[in-house]
């Protein structure tokens, strides 16, 4: 098995080639490579061009180097890295000369952040973070995975353990000292008070896991209509490209197509779907069903039908928030009535109007809020535990303080356990500096 004491190596830039391919070494022996490849290690944090040498001691390359010195560095460890040319050779002879030096191997996977994390660095959430910032597309998801990163979130679930502990430390102090005169009566509604207080401010910040989830995941739109509508060439012109087949069969689509889109910086997901009709083929009937079943949990629904044709409206398909579209614009004249919107894929006339009107819809959903917001299920799963902590506790205010006091202490460490820094708190501590018990 792996080791904590590797020294872990790895490309960290993208996809070769590359105008420059970055080599980062973590460990202990991060520096004896360097000073094997580079002949010296630099200055810690001052990048320095250096001839980079195979064991032979022919070139591999000429790059810049940057050594950071434990535990000044990402990870907590020593680090070097080589800011190298982003050729493919290139990048292989760096790595299999780093393979071959002894206690050197390829990291896995999240290995340097794992490390910057168990060396204090960084905390869970924040690793999170780090994880949706590498992979937003969006300038919404980068904001989010930035609220994570940047400790704004794991800052709000440190503050929340912290008060539970001090309301416990106080509960408790009531306890030992219940006989005493110094303790005025009051303390115990106030810190209840401020149980009640962090006990709603969990459960609101819970309620945004949806919104949270759908920035991340994106919002889904699914298109729907009766065959021949023209939905696929619908996500075909939203997406200018021709990923749907379009015929004048009805029954074209029968597999879900998904395109990403990105409006005003949200992700939205696309879908086409096939046409809704009765049908005795079986294959058109799954991707009917199929095309039912999206639309029921899509956060909007794209109600596509033919202005050219005679047929009736389409029939009501589902429940969920739905924009009626007169499709195939271009075919007809005059009266257009009773759609929401009417385009033409051809033409591309009205797309724009839906883009704004998809827009519009994410704005009262999404925008104004803020990017504080529990994104993971991991992260929810425990803030829905420290709320029925919480509720128990308070549900045993009443009664002797230890009830109270030991859901309050799993509360604040179900909190403890999203950042992963379950507090190992002095409760002491907390009731010497917060209480003048000694007075
Ligand atoms: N070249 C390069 N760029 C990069 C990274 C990297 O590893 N290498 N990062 C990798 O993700 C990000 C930057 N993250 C970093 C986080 C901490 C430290 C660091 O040296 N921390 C020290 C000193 C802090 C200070 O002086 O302010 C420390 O925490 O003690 C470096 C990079 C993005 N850009
Ligand atoms: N004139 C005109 N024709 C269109 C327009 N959009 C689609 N069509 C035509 O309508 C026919 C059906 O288009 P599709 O996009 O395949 O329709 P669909 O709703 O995906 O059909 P199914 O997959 O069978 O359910 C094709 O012949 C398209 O070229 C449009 O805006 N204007
Ligand atoms: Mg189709």
Redesign the pocket.
């Known amino acids: 098995m792996s080791s904590d004491l590797d020294t872990i190596y790895a490309l960290s830039s993208g996809a070769l080639p590359a105008g420059v391919a970055v080599v980062r070494i973590s460990g202990p022996e991060a520096f004896a490579a360097c000073q094997a490849i580079a002949g010296a290690v630099p200055q810690p944090r001052r990048a320095r061009l250096m001839r980079l040498a195979d064991a032979e001691g022919g070139a591999i390359d000429t790059g810049l180097v940057l050594a950071f010195r434990a535990p000044a560095s990402f990870t907590g460890e020593d680090c070097v890295e080589f800011h190298l040319h982003g050729g493919r050779a290139v990048v292989r002879a760096m790595l299999d000369r780093l393979s071959a030096m002894p206690g050197m191997r390829h990291a896995e996977a999240g290995e340097f952040t794992r490390r910057a994390f168990e060396n204090g660095k960084l905390d869970l959430v924040e690793a999170e973070g780090l994880s949706d910032m590498i992979v937003a597309e969006t300038e919404m998801q980068r904001r989010l995975a930035m609220e994570q990163a940047g400790g704004a979130l794991s800052g709000l679930y440190e503050g929340w353990a912290r008060e539970l502990t001090h309301a416990r430390a106080m509960i408790e102090a009531e306890l030992d000292f219940s006989d005493e005169e110094d303790i005025p009566g009051s303390v115990s509604a106030t810190i209840w008070d401020g149980v009640a207080a962090t006990t709603e401010a969990i459960r609101s910040h819970l309620e945004g896991g949806q919104a949270a989830e759908i920035i991340r995941d994106g919002y889904q739109v699914v298109i729907a209509?009766?065959?021949?509508?023209?939905?696929?060439?619908?996500?075909?012109a939203l997406a200018r490209r021709d990923i749907?087949?379009?015929?004048?069969?009805?029954?074209?689509?029968r597999d879900i197509l998904e395109v990403q889109l990105d409006i005003g910086g949200y992700a939205v997901r696309l879908y086409?779907t096939?046409?809704l009709r009765e049908t005795e083929d079986v294959v058109e009937a799954e991707g009917v069903r199929r095309a039912r079943a999206l639309a029921e949990k899509a956060e909007l629904v794209l109600l596509?039908n033919?202005l050219?044709e005679q047929m009736s409206e389409a029939s009501e398909l589902t429940d969920r928030d739905c924009l009626r579209i007169g499709?195939?614009?271009?075919?007809v004249s005059g009266e257009t009535g009773g759609y929401d919107l009417v385009?033409?894929?051809?033409?591309g006339e009205g797309l724009d109007r839906l883009i704004a009107a998809i827009g519009d819809r994410l704005a009262v959903r999404l925008g104004g809020l803020s990017l504080s917001l529990p994104v993971r299920e991991r992260q929810r799963g425990y803030l829905r535990e420290a709320l029925t902590h919480l509720e128990a506790a308070l549900a045993a205010r009443t009664l002797s303080p230890e009830f109270p006091s030991e859901a309050l202490r799993a509360a604040a460490q179900s909190l403890g356990r999203i950042t992963g820094r379950v507090d190992v708190e002095d409760l002491l501590d907390v009731i010497f500096s917060s209480f003048c018990v000694g007075k």
Do not use: E, Q, R
């Not at 209509?225 to 075909?236: D, M, Q, W």
């Not at 749907?244 to 689509?253: F, N, P, R, S, W």
């Open positions: 209509g009766p065959p021949n509508a023209g939905k696929s060439s619908l996500l075909n749907a087949i379009v015929t004048d069969v009805a029954g074209t689509t086409d096939a046409g596509l033919d050219s499709t195939k614009v271009d075919m385009l033409s894929a051809k033409t």
